[in-house]
């Protein structure tokens, strides 16, 4: 059983996609070519905003939209960190400091209560000025805009939406890719909108932001792709991936619909020993994936066992697919996300199932067996002791 079963969804499109193809290598343009703009003009209505600017992959989508907010070295921008690597990569590419707060225990985003903590720490510290919040939509929940918004708004900060795994994602009626000053998506082959290579989007109603992330995605392009005014990139997505898009966004509702049956199914045969993901009143998830939680480690590895296949078919795959490690576990000392790093260390994608036992503090949950304590450092990030692993 494949995790995502592109194959099948590409028999239910094929006619249509196909054709999309062969209008593109008939009209050959295939950098920037009709069918961007067409791709784009259907995202902006899909999401509800009011410009929308393709990019090569969900990674580019972050940095271009952190340096069209002109954030950069020096600067302080606050995430979560049980996400994708590419979340705090794009930060650090930016050239800024990932600030990390810890996440809901039931949700798994970004804690509002830890966010504000981390933001306050960061002003005391003084050493990075606090600019931007970048929330993910971890495994396709929104985040929790009403409360994140606000504190955006109390401390002036802009706020990125990484929703490379919530497109299709909603808070009563308002879709993911419409929250913050900048919102982002990826679509890999294996994000609920994704093409046949890698591509992405960034979503903004600010008209000037816009303009600079149109002209950042082509080497800072000013009038015309030769007059160059500031240091850009080479970040477009490419024609026939648009084309591709195109039609898989028309199928993305039904898509949708069906992703929400399938999950309820999965909620209603859950047996009582594991917990299901955790959705808020006026949330839909995109169902990016669908994870559970085991009554502790070892049932998890008992299961895990279990839903290995006997034959050699591909299933295995779903039950040993991992969830995204977290930055923060680097260092012990901080313990800046001591719910994280159980999350983390125990969580794995639907089938496979995540712990629910919590270790005795942040620190033992980054542990793992056999490692032994060596001398204490300073912890570069807040100048606490930490403890030295063997191994790294
Ligand atoms: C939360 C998150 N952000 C960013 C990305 C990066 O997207 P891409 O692989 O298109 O660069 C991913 C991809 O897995 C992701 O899951």
Not at 58 to 69: E, M
Not at 77 to 103: Q, S, Y
Not at 201 to 220: C, K
Not at 323 to 331: F, G, N
Request: aromatic share 8%; charged share 25%.
């Amino acid at each position: 059983m494949q995790f995502i079963d592109l194959k099948a969804q590409y028999d239910t499109l094929r006619d249509r996609i196909d054709a999309r193809i062969h209008q593109v290598l008939d009209h050959g343009g295939y950098i920037m070519g009709p069918e961007v703009k067409e791709f784009e003009a259907a995202l902006s209505a899909y999401c509800g905003v009011e410009h929308t600017i393709t990019c090569a992959n969900g990674t580019d989508a972050l940095v271009l939209a952190l340096k069209a907010l002109g954030i950069g070295p020096g600067d302080a921008v606050f995430t979560t960190p049980f996400t994708f690597f590419a979340t705090a990569e794009a930060i650090a590419l930016a050239g800024a400091r990932p600030v990390f707060a810890d996440i809901d225990p039931r949700t798994f985003n970004i804690d509002p209560a830890s966010l504000e903590q981390a933001i306050l720490r960061t002003e005391q510290e003084r050493k990075f000025l606090p600019k931007a919040v970048m929330t993910v939509d971890l495994f396709g929940l929104p985040a929790d805009y009403d409360a994140i918004e606000a504190l955006c708004e109390k401390y002036k900060l802009d706020l990125v939406e990484d929703a490379a795994q919530g497109f299709g994602g909603e808070i009563r009626g308002r879709r993911a890719g419409s929250f913050g000053t900048v919102a982002t998506t990826s679509f890999f082959p294996a994000k609920p909108l994704g093409c046949y290579g890698d591509g992405g989007a960034i979503f903004t109603n600010h008209e000037g932001v816009a303009e600079r992330l149109r002209s950042l995605r082509v080497h800072g392009k000013g009038g015309d792709k030769y007059d160059n005014v500031r240091i850009g990139t080479n970040s477009r997505l490419d024609t026939l991936q648009a084309a591709i898009l195109i039609e898989k966004l028309e199928a993305f509702p039904d898509e949708m619909e069906k992703r929400q049956q399938v999950a309820q199914r999965y909620t209603n045969q859950l047996p009582n020993w594991l917990t299901g993901p955790h959705v808020p009143e006026g949330y839909v998830s995109s169902w990016a994936q669908y994870s559970v939680l085991a009554e502790s480690g070892a049932e998890r590895t008992r299961i895990m066992k279990a839903c290995r296949p006997r034959s050699s078919t591909s299933a295995s795959r779903k039950a040993t697919s991992r969830s995204p490690r977290t930055p923060a576990r680097a260092c012990s000392a901080c313990r800046w996300g001591p719910t994280s790093a159980r999350r983390t260390r125990a969580a794995c994608s639907k089938p496979s199932i995540r712990s629910r036992r919590a270790p005795p503090d942040g620190a033992s949950a980054v542990r793992t067996a056999g490692e032994a304590r060596r001398p204490a450092r300073r912890c570069r990030h807040t100048s606490r002791t930490r403890v030295r692993r063997r191994g790294r």
